[in-house]
């Protein structure tokens, strides 16, 4: 494996595990107003990483109109309809079934990211997100759901494609330092507004010391720092092999829960992380081609 891939590996897999981490912190501000919160989150967020723009010197570039319309579609789909739609779909079913749901993103993915390129998809590319897939299924469990909630499942997942999709054009310009920042920043007013007319002003409130710690964490590393390694990643990586990475996710889920003290993981649990590694290891393998065959000269006959 060269550095280069290595790199793209390493930055992928360390952006989905702590997209991971989220399910396990989340239930620390649980309570603090969902709106509020998420608004909050992504305004921190822009200013830490507008920063980063300024520490590292790199310029703000205006986007063109073509892409100014993709960071609206980007930040009202990846960020917002996406965070929508998983809380309307646990209302209507189990947690498991949105995360079983939104956990096929790889097979998405691995359809829609060659499509994009005018490239056939990769045999062992689907192969690998189908065993991927697997294990998130069962890492996540399965349970009851009504067809609301189905519905509002796959909007989440088709939001979650979309996170990627949407960005790789942009990308190729702007990098993931401009992306990630005015993806965020333009989320702010968006969740601003829709907070208002579902909660109005009691969408805030002042947060309890471990609701504030929980609000910075996803703020900085879940919407900050992941953002950075996922955009980073994803044009070395292409779409279709960045997304067996979505497969961390619940490896992520499982690790911090265990260092927040919510217990050991279940057998099952532990079952699909090993189908998700497999996938992973399949689908990233590259076998090198074989050196070619040295051609053997018969010797030449002189006649006269």
């Known amino acids: 494996m060269s550095n280069h891939s290595w790199s793209a590996y390493s930055r992928a897999g360390s952006a989905m595990f702590l997209v991971g981490s989220l399910a396990a912190v989340s239930g620390v501000v649980h309570d603090y107003p969902f709106y509020g919160g998420q608004t909050a989150r992504y305004l921190v967020s822009a200013v830490l990483l507008f920063a980063v723009a300024l520490v590292r010197r790199i310029p703000l570039i205006r986007p063109t109109g073509r892409e100014a319309l993709l960071f609206v579609a980007l930040a009202a789909t990846g960020l917002v309809l996406f965070n929508l739609f998983v809380i309307e779909g646990t209302k209507h079913a189990n947690p498991a079934v949105v995360g079983t749901i939104v956990g096929t993103v790889p097979i998405v993915l691995a359809l829609a990211g060659p499509l994009m390129r005018r490239t056939r998809p990769s045999g062992r590319i689907l192969i690998a997100a189908s065993i991927v897939v697997a294990g998130t299924a069962l890492a996540s469990g399965l349970g009851t759901s009504d067809a609301q909630g189905i519905l509002y499942s796959v ?11 949407l960005a790789l054009p942009l990308l190729v310009r702007l990098g993931p330092v401009r992306v990630s920042a005015y993806t965020a920043a333009i ?5 601003l507004v829709l907070g208002l007319l579902v909660d109005g002003t009691s969408m805030f409130r002042t947060p309890t010391l471990a609701e504030a710690g929980g609000l910075a ?13 996922w955009y980073r990643a994803l044009p070395m990586l292409g779409a279709d092999r960045a997304g067996l990475f979505a497969g961390v996710i619940p490896v992520g889920t499982i690790i911090t829960s265990l260092a927040l003290g919510f217990g050991l993981p279940a057998p099952a649990e532990l079952a699909g992380v090993t189908l998700v590694i497999a996938g992973l290891l399949f689908g990233l393998y590259r076998p090198r081609p074989a050196a070619p065959r040295a051609v053997v000269r018969e010797p030449e006959v002189l006649t006269g």
């Open 155 to 165: 909007g989440a997942l088709a939001c979650e494609a979309c996170f990627s999709l």
């Open 187 to 191: 989320s702010v007013p968006m969740l």
């Open 217 to 229: 964490y996803l703020a900085i590393l879940v919407s900050g720092i992941a953002f950075l390694l």
